[in-house]
């Protein structure tokens, strides 16, 4: 469906989200002052907002920051609606342009206003939801990556014991049955993310792609995956198949790196890639292999460990 021009449009909004509550701020027609108003974050407040802005039957404009979990309810109720163009903007942006309008203070009201601001005045990049399958994927692997750390900090209180004869061995044993219960709940969360790919054909075309190239396995190709699968085609940023033409065709430059043997390949500036997807592919996630998009100019670096 072909989206309204700018013209056609009637209401514009912006919302700050919270855990809690939405902080709303609309306009009615290009002359009309901003009105302020707030909501719960739930789903009864998401239809209460749905009802607010859609109030004088006009097609609206909405434009919210990027919250998590907390604004992908929101996000998804209201792209539904055929009467409502939504946008979802990078939090920065958003404070760059609070900048250039001189609004100094950040409060929700305000944040909501400098929103409004926005969907009234910028370019408009509606926002593309990702399928259900690609953010059951997504939550499963980001769950592990928590867990994975975890992990890590609870190895490195375990070396720091056994380094003393003077501690009670019951920190110790407790401690080892805390790592065996991580252990449990990763392998289980990773056999349940394997069971996500394998139903979605899409899904499993890229992660068995990705699988065939070399320094990416399993534990890899699935924390990359559950991050680029919800990302739109518009942004740019690397696909299951770029990544693999990449790795194979790219000539490695080897550097030593610490102990370990590091390969540096050079690709396309990838300089909007996202804080998450830039943390699961960097060598401290603890990965046995493990891969780097590091958004530098002019280029951008690929690592992987031999």
């Not at 514009?12 to 509550?21: C, L, N, P, Q, Y």
């Not at 942004?235 to 590091?262: F, H, M, N, Q, T």
Request: a positive charge; glycine letters at 4%; aromatic letters at 6%.
């Amino acid at each position: 469906m072909k989206k309204a021009s700018q013209a056609e449009v009637q209401v514009f909004a912006g919302i700050d989200v919270s855990a809690r509550e939405l902080s709303v701020a609309v306009q009615c027609g290009i002359e009309e002052k901003i009105a302020v108003t707030t909501f719960c974050n739930q789903a009864a407040g998401h239809k209460a907002l749905l009802a607010y802005l859609l109030r004088a039957n006009a097609r609206a404009r909405v434009c919210l920051e990027a919250s998590g979990n907390y604004s992908l309810d929101l996000a998804l109720t209201l792209q539904a609606h055929p009467q409502v163009e939504i946008s979802v903007v990078n939090p920065r942006r958003a404070r760059r342009f609070a900048e250039s309008l001189g609004e100094r203070s950040k409060t929700d009201p305000v944040d909501a206003r400098v929103l409004c601001e926005y969907a009234l005045r910028m370019r408009w990049v509606p926002w593309v939801p990702p399928s259900l399958a690609a953010l059951r994927l997504r939550s499963i692997t980001r769950a592990i990556e928590d867990l994975v750390a975890m992990q890590t900090q609870e190895n490195n209180r375990q070396h720091s014991l056994l380094a003393s004869d003077a501690l009670p061995a019951l920190l110790i044993r407790e401690l080892e049955k805390h790592l065996r219960y991580l252990k449990l709940r990763i392998t289980r969360l990773r056999r349940e993310a394997l069971r996500q790919i394998a139903l979605n054909p899409e899904l499993n075309r890229r992660f068995h792609l990705m699988l065939t190239t070399p320094g990416l396995g399993e534990t890899s190709s699935l924390q990359i995956l559950g991050e680029l699968a919800v990302l739109p085609d518009t942004l740019g940023l690397p696909s299951a198949d770029w990544i693999r033409s990449s790795l194979v065709r790219a000539p490695p430059l080897k550097r030593s790196r610490g102990s370990a043997e590091v390969v540096i390949v050079t690709c396309v500036e990838l300089s909007t890639c996202p804080r998450w997807l830039r943390y699961v592919m960097s060598p401290s996630c603890g990965a046995s292999t493990s891969v780097c998009f590091a958004a530098e100019k002019p280029h951008c670096r690929l690592w992987w460990q031999l």
